[in-house]
């Protein structure tokens, strides 16, 4: 996909409320500064294979995708929070699901009106369908 239009995809979450982050074409998780689950929406529900009870009020890289608590994604986000001077960071990762294995790009984007960070996830890998 061209690089704009998925940037331009992903800052129309800064537009949306949470009760329509559904509305989004990609996976959507808004998370505090603790890493707890805020917000889930349902591309991502249907790709992680969770459901939104089971996630929302729950440690991301803990309790709900503990293959994330690594420096190449909790770290890189960490690193990404204590700069100023970008409001966003996308990059490849490999989510090895229970229900087969997922190539996404991850983009972070601040939320700073709501003190949250969006975490959003696309499927790039074309052979392999969201179901």
Not at 38 to 43: A, D, K, Q, S, W
């Amino acid at each position: 996909m061209n690089e704009n239009r998925r940037d331009a995809r992903v800052w129309r979450a800064f537009e949306l409320p949470p009760e329509r982050l559904d509305e989004l074409p990609f996976g959507a998780i808004v998370i505090d500064a603790k890493g707890t689950i805020l917000e889930y929406n349902e591309y991502e529900r249907r790709l992680a294979h969770l459901e939104r009870a089971a996630v929302v009020g729950k440690n991301f890289f803990r309790d709900v995708a503990p293959c994330t608590g690594v420096q190449a994604f909790e770290g890189r986000l960490r690193a990404f929070l204590k700069t100023n001077d970008r409001v966003s960071e996308s990059f490849d990762y490999f989510f090895p699901f229970r229900h087969g294995a997922v190539t996404v790009e991850i983009t972070f984007l601040r939320l700073p009106q709501r003190d949250q960070i969006l975490i959003a996830v696309e499927q790039t890998n074309a052979e392999e369908t969201l179901i």
